[in-house]
């Protein structure tokens, strides 16, 4: 059974101090792992895909990372309104093919 | 160009009554996912449709069913409601499964409260 674990579940910061999330997935026929941003009573914001081990992408502050199993969202100087949830999910291959979500990471931000 | 589009945005159903909901995918993507969000369970994949076709079905109840029209269009309903199917429901937009470099996006998502 597909597994994705997210952590930490919370995480505090000072603006402008980087840390890194991270995600451990077990997903049969990996056909990439997608980051999300969501906000309060809104749907996820697509971030990222990353296909293949080695991988990176940059976005303004974030940058992701994967491994064959991990991946992780490194936030580096991070600002208030970079507060927000953010979820992981890798998608399966074949009759597999889905986004099997975390539970997500809260980060917030304190100026 | 415009992105995915859910409606209702909020539905106050009782128990024991059903409830659609509607998702209009993004222009030329043909395929839609719907995902239960919940405080305790997160994300949790209902069903994928592609085509008109339902490709995969999550861990749900029979309660939960769906269907794609020929405009890519998709609604999913849910019948005899019960308290813990209140929850966000969320739709997903993508290109078409087996695609390499589809990104998936996601709808405002449907409130549904069951009082």
């Known amino acids: 059974e597909d597994q994705v674990t997210q952590s930490p579940e919370a995480l505090r910061l000072q603006e402008g101090e980087s840390s890194s999330l991270n995600c451990s997935y077990t997903?049969?026929?990996?056909?990439?792992l997608f980051w999300y941003r969501q906000d309060p009573g809104k749907g996820p914001e697509f971030l990222f895909t990353l296909y293949s081990a080695g991988e990176e992408k940059e976005k303004e502050r974030l940058k992701a990372t994967l491994t064959k199993k991990e991946s992780f969202l490194h936030i580096t100087a991070p600002k208030p309104e970079d507060s927000a949830t953010y979820l992981c999910a890798p998608r399966g291959g074949g009759s597999n093919y889905k986004l099997t979500f975390g539970k997500g990471t809260l980060l917030t931000v304190n100026p | 160009k415009a992105g995915v589009t859910q409606t209702p945005r909020y539905l106050i159903k009782t128990r024991g009554q059903q409830v659609t909901l509607s998702c209009s995918p993004i222009?030329?993507?043909?395929?839609v996912s719907w995902y239960q969000q919940t405080p305790g369970q997160g994300l949790q994949f209902l069903f994928e449709?592609?085509?008109?076709?339902?490709?995969n079905k999550g861990n749900f109840p029979g309660r939960f069913s769906g269907r794609q029209f020929s405009n890519s269009r998709s609604e999913m309903n849910v019948s005899t409601l019960e308290l813990g199917d209140s929850a966000l429901y969320l739709c997903a937009s993508s290109l078409a499964p087996g695609v390499r470099n589809t990104e998936a996006f996601f709808g405002q998502g449907t409130r549904l409260t069951v009082v």
């Open positions: 449709y592609f085509s008109e076709t339902q490709r």
């Open positions: 222009s030329g993507h043909r395929s």
């Open positions: 997903v049969s026929g990996l056909r990439g």
